[in-house]
């Protein structure tokens, strides 16, 4: 008796592939978030939808607002490095100009 493990989707007996489904997984998508705060210009935010995450005017300013009263809201989603990298593009943006803006990533599913 050894112990090396059997490959999924194949059979040692028979010596042939035994997967019929294809062993692939999605990509995990994550979402990126925005936080309210007291202090962030509206305006500001509206830019950084609009610039960042590809938004028009009129959806920016509903997702900027949905923020403002609700205290969260999803920018968008995206695979884990384009969601970091627009993490680390707004909060670079919102800390050079002195807002307090937080964004974050959080995992769908
Ligand atoms: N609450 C802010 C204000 O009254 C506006 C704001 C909206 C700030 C959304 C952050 O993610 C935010 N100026």
Redesign the pocket.
């Known amino acids: 008796m050894t112990d090396k493990k059997q490959t999924p989707g194949t059979n040692k007996e028979l010596g042939v592939a035994t997967r019929t489904k294809p062993k692939v997984k999605k990509p995990s998508m994550y979402r990126v978030l ?9 305006e500001f ?1 509206v830019l950084v939808l609009e610039h960042f995450f590809n938004k028009s005017r009129e959806e920016a300013t509903r997702i ?2 949905h ?2 009263n609700y205290g969260v ?1 999803v920018c968008g989603v995206y695979p884990l490095e384009v969601a970091e990298t627009k993490v680390t593009q707004v909060m670079d943006l919102a800390r050079d100009q002195q807002h307090p ?2 964004c974050t990533k959080e995992r769908e599913d």
Do not use: A, F, K
């Open positions: 925005i936080l309210n705060d007291d202090y962030t210009p509206m935010v900027m607002l923020v403002h809201g803006l937080q």
